[in-house]
């Protein structure tokens, strides 16, 4: 069974940092896409970041790129979401999510996911 567990949100000050981790456990991932999503009340569930397990490309929503890094540690079966100056938008409940096993592509789509974790909150205070 699939399984992805994120961890590391909290409350932080804007301009702060934060590091998510996403751990995975189930199946190889190492032929698949891995997205970041995060979701704020009111609003849908919006696309943040993704990494191609196998070399690493990644692709970012515009408004996080020069702050939002992702990253995957191979031997960790894990994927990373480092988050620098952080702002009031982007507090909201981030979630992990994997594609398709052999599926490469850097999908900003939330149903081309098939796999979720149960999301970690971040809180951006003044």
């Known amino acids: 069974q699939v399984q992805l567990v994120e961890s590391g949100g909290g409350l932080v000050q804007a301009g702060g940092s934060l590091r998510l981790s996403c751990a995975t456990s189930?199946?190889?991932?190492?032929?698949?896409?891995m997205g970041w999503f995060r979701q704020a009340p009111g609003k849908e569930r919006e696309f943040v970041a993704a990494?191609?397990?196998?070399?690493?490309?990644?692709r970012y929503t515009d408004s996080v790129k020069g702050r939002f890094t992702i990253s995957r540690d191979n031997a960790k079966n894990t994927v990373y979401l480092q988050m620098n100056s952080l702002k009031f938008e982007d507090a909201a409940v981030y979630y992990c999510?994997?594609?398709?096993?052999?599926?490469?592509?850097?999908?900003?789509?939330?149903?081309?996911?098939?796999?979720w974790g149960q999301g970690t909150q971040v809180t951006v205070s003044s």
């Open positions: 189930g199946r190889t991932f190492s032929r698949s896409t």
């Open positions: 990494i191609r397990w196998s070399d690493g490309s990644t």
């Open positions: 999510a994997a594609g398709p096993l052999d599926w490469p592509i850097l999908s900003t789509a939330s149903n081309s996911y098939n796999s």
